[in-house]
Every structure is written in C-alpha cells, then in structure tokens.
C-alpha cells in the first residue's frame, strides 16, 4: 500500500486548508485516519474513519476538521477550518489493513500563522 498526502501549506488563524491523501495498493482495510505531529511531541490521532463509516476525533479538533473517503477514487480528504496555530505540524495519512498493519505515508506540513 501506498499513501501520498498533500495539501498542506502556510495558512493564518482562522483559515481552512483540505488535506489529500491518495490511496495505491489494495483498498482492503480496517480504518483510516489523519495523525499529526508536532515539533518536540509525539505523532498523535486527529481523526479516524473505519471500514463502515463511523468516524472519531481528537477533541482539540472536533467541530473544526472533518474526515472524508471517496471509494471510488481511493482517496481521503481532511477539511481543515478555524485553523489554530498549535494544529501547526506535520499530517500523515494512515491505513490500517484488515490484520492490523498500519501504513503510513510522507508527511505533509501545515502551519498556521498566528
């Protein structure tokens, strides 16, 4: 499986930006998810979409980002609004297979200005 992301940018304080992350490889899998990480802190889950829907989100960013699948084109989408800047870090986009394995792909950076 292959990840790439992209979409990240410089952005100010209350933007928006969309996160891509396309999908190669097979399409079987658990979840998918967006992780970030900040400078000097660990990798940490921002959002997360299982196999049938449901999704989940770390609380610092509910009701300002949403997580989204296209099937059909095998991709994963994460809008971004009322941008902060501690959201400023590097995204990585997940795959986590129907046995557990987790995929990664390279990280896209985001920063926002305050």
């Known amino acids: 499986v292959q990840l790439q992301a992209s979409g990240g940018g410089l952005v100010q304080a209350g933007g928006s930006l969309t996160l891509s992350c396309a999908v190669s490889?097979?399409?079987?899998?658990?979840?998918m998810g967006w992780y970030r990480q900040a400078p000097g802190k660990e990798r940490e889950l921002v959002a997360r979409?299982?196999?049938?829907?449901?999704?989940n989100y770390a609380g610092s960013v509910k009701d300002r980002f949403t997580i989204s699948r296209d099937n059909a084109k095998n991709t994963l989408a994460l809008q971004m609004n009322g941008l902060k800047p501690e959201d400023t870090a590097v995204y990585y986009c997940n795959l986590r297979n129907l046995w557990g394995e987790d995929s990664w792909g390279k990280g896209t950076l985001v920063t926002v200005s305050s």
């Open positions: 979409i299982r196999s049938g829907g449901g999704t």
């Open positions: 490889g097979s399409t079987y899998y658990s979840a």
